[in-house]
């Protein structure tokens, strides 16, 4: 008998502090076995924000850069710049991504940085206690919409990707789920073709996956992985968008 | 030394032209004048050397491509004016607490707010005490002409690599404006090994991680002691100011900057006079010159004079300590103080009862 | 026939890898490990048909899978 599943040699095997069924754990590991794919773990050097991904250099095994909250990509931006034979990426939550720092990410993305970009939107803040997200649904409850997101309050979920598809410097974007084992496989496909754009140098790529946040939607990890199906999706349509 | 050739620079291009010497390779900056010909020269010149410019789209990103740039163990460079200052201070924070080496410039103008584009010097307290959020300092240089602009920005790319502590250079629009002849160095930057901490691919090595994060018990308080070590550490050694005429002076004038420079006028014209006045510059505002302070004669006074309504002030106090009396003279807003303002001041000193003659 | 090997110490026990295993061999466990949770496992008796589904939806790595 052989090994046909294991973890990829780019993720420790530390316990992470996620919650049960959250998304990152997942994305963590997609990110990991791309790298191992590619065999570019030595010239690999990630960015990670600030949310509930802050320490995800403790579970990845390859060099990673802190950033401020909103702040990874102009990180990022310099440390491809100065190094551009590097794989530089990274990893953001909706609030870190598509609230205080969509002037980073719109900038980034303008310049044409040859980056990849895993954006994890999960629809709420996880780090600090669930609150709205710039992504968050009509509708949902969270302990700041506690009668749920209301569009005279609190304006719409906000759909950076398509927001960045206007941009002549964004190569790729793609929006993938990790709500059954099939999707999650999609979304190794397109956080793989991320990276392997920046290999190419084709310039600012970007892959919005679509996660699950049990604990802050108030369901078991099974309905949170549902309502994605259900629910999320309408509102974030999967697919190539650019 | 004699071919070494002199031009005629401003305070700005002077600051520019010492980053590149010193091999400074990433710039990044955010329009915002009476700094603007710092970013010029830097997007005109720093591709000449092999470094790398960007126009970012905020100072907070500035400031954020100088974290990343400094993590990839280039030397890195960011300059702006007060209320881009301001906004920086997020990420000064960080680069603090990632202990990483970087040179951020302010070329102050007045404020608060928006304020105005005339000099001044009412950022001392943001540059000194460390401007942002936590326990950190920054190691403050503020040079008085042109020719030092040049030389201290060399300087602090030295020495913040040195501790990696972040630096800054303090000058104001007058400074950053103002035409002299400088003399270039020849000098080639010496860079130090930073493969130990850098980020730069974990091929061969285990990976490494810049970070200001320290979640777990006691983890936080001990790197902020290592801090404080290197702190202390810089006190000690890196104090620099200029001193003139303090044998027998009865009156010290203590300056900095641009007022150092009207505070040097005045000495030279009350020297004339028989008057016994001296002068204290410090060069490093952080680390504040305080042995400068203890040499003082039993009757001497300090008067200090600042572009802003006392801030220096407050290190004087605590360097001298009550033991000797010591006045203020400062504008801001705008506003620079005369010779004759600050002449009729040390009068006035002089002349009050129980004052010398 | 495949063979899966759950870390149960690493198990947080969210279930998905129960939910989604088309032939119903993983099983919530009756006791607890190191963390105080029901970790899974996996029935001895069961024929894994070494789909990987349990392990790609795996949030916390607690599976590997050999044929």
Redesign the interface.
């Known amino acids: ?7 990829p040699d780019p ?1 420790r ?1 530390t ?2 502090h ?9 994305a963590h ?1 997609l990110v990991a076995e791309v790298i191992q794919d590619l065999g570019i ?5 990630a ?2 924000p600030v949310g509930c991904a ?2 995800a ?1 403790d579970y ?9 909250h909103g ?1 990874a990509l ?6 491809k ?3 551009p034979e ?1 794989i530089v990426f990274t990893y953001q939550g909706d609030g870190d991504l598509a609230a205080i720092g969509t ?2 990410t ?2 980034a993305a303008n310049r044409g940085e040859n980056l990849s970009v895993v954006f994890i939107n999960n629809a709420i803040y996880g780090m600090t206690g669930g609150q709205l997200a710039p992504t968050t649904l009509l509708g949902q409850k969270t302990s700041t919409s506690a009668a749920g997101r209301d569009k005279k309050l609190h304006g719409y979920p906000l759909k950076i990707s398509e927001m960045l598809a206007l941009l002549p410097g964004v190569c790729y974007l793609e929006r993938v789920s ?1 709500h ?2 099939g999707e ?2 999609k979304a190794k496909s397109a956080i793989r073709r991320a990276f392997q754009n920046q290999l190419e140098g084709l310039g600012f790529s970007l892959v919005e996956v679509l996660s699950p946040c ?1 604990t802050y939607w108030g369901l078991s ?2 309905e949170a ?1 549902d309502w994605i199906r259900d629910v999320m999706q309408k509102e974030f349509p999967l697919g190539r968008i650019k | 030394m004699m071919n070494n050739k002199k031009i005629l620079l401003s305070g700005n291009e002077a600051i520019a032209r010492g980053a590149i010497q010193a091999g400074c390779g990433f710039y990044a900056g955010y329009p915002i004048t009476p700094q603007n010909e710092l970013i010029g020269y830097m997007s005109n010149h720093l591709r000449d050397s092999g470094g790398v410019f960007i126009q970012a789209e905020s100072e907070l990103a500035a400031i954020n491509m100088v974290y990343g740039a400094a993590a990839s163990g280039a030397r890195a460079m960011t300059s702006s004016s007060s209320p881009g200052i301001s906004l920086m201070q997020e990420g000064i924070s960080y680069i603090a607490g990632s202990a990483l080496p970087a040179v951020i410039v302010n070329i102050m103008r007045g404020g608060p707010g928006l304020g105005n584009i005339a000099p001044a010097q009412s950022d001392y307290f943001q540059a000194t005490r460390g401007g942002g959020h936590g326990d950190y300092r920054l190691i403050v240089l503020a040079p008085d002409s042109v020719q030092e602009a040049y030389d201290l920005t060399r300087e602090a790319f030295y020495l913040s690599d040195k501790y990696r502590v972040p630096a800054m250079i303090l000058g104001d629009g007058v400074l950053g404006q103002m035409m002299e002849p400088v003399e270039l160095s020849v000098k080639k930057a010496k860079m130090g090994d930073k493969s130990g901490w850098c980020l730069s691919g974990c091929q061969g090595r285990q990976p490494h991680v810049v970070k200001s994060f320290f979640l777990r018990e006691g983890e936080l308080e001990k790197f902020n002691l290592k801090l404080q070590k290197v702190y202390r550490r810089i006190e000690e050694k890196e104090a620099r100011c200029e001193e003139m005429f303090l044998a027998g002076a009865e009156i010290i004038l203590v300056a900095y900057g641009t007022m150092a420079r009207i505070a040097k006028s005045v000495i030279m014209r009350l020297r004339n006079e028989g008057k016994k006045i001296g002068l204290i510059r410090p060069v490093s505002l952080w680390p504040f010159p305080r042995e400068a302070f203890r040499a003082a004669g039993r009757n001497t006074e300090y008067l200090v004079l600042e572009m802003s309504y006392g801030q220096m002030l407050e290190d004087v106090r605590l360097a001298v300590a009550g033991r000797r009396k010591i006045e203020f003279l400062g504008r801001s807003g705008g506003g620079i103080l005369s010779e004759g303002e600050i002449i009729d001041k040390i009068r006035s000193l002089i002349r009050k009862p129980g004052g010398r003659k | 026939m495949a063979k899966v090997v759950i870390d149960r110490d690493k198990c947080k026990g969210c279930f998905l890898c129960v939910s989604f295993c088309p032939k119903g061999i993983i099983k919530k466990s009756a006791r607890l490990n190191k963390k105080g949770l029901n970790f899974v496992e996996v029935d001895p008796k069961g024929s894994c048909a070494g789909c990987l589904q349990c392990a790609v939806i795996c949030p916390d790595c607690c599976i590997e899978i050999y044929k």
């Open positions: 008998m052989h090994k046909v599943f294991s973890v993720l095997k316990p992470t996620y919650c049960p069924g959250c998304g990152h754990g997942i590991r773990r030595g010239k690999t050097i960015v990670a802050v320490v250099y990845w095994k390859f060099d990673c850069s802190e950033a401020p702040r102009a990180v990022a931006t310099a440390i710049r100065m190094q590097k002037n980073e719109i900038h990790l059954n084992p999650v496989l049990p990890p099974r992985l």
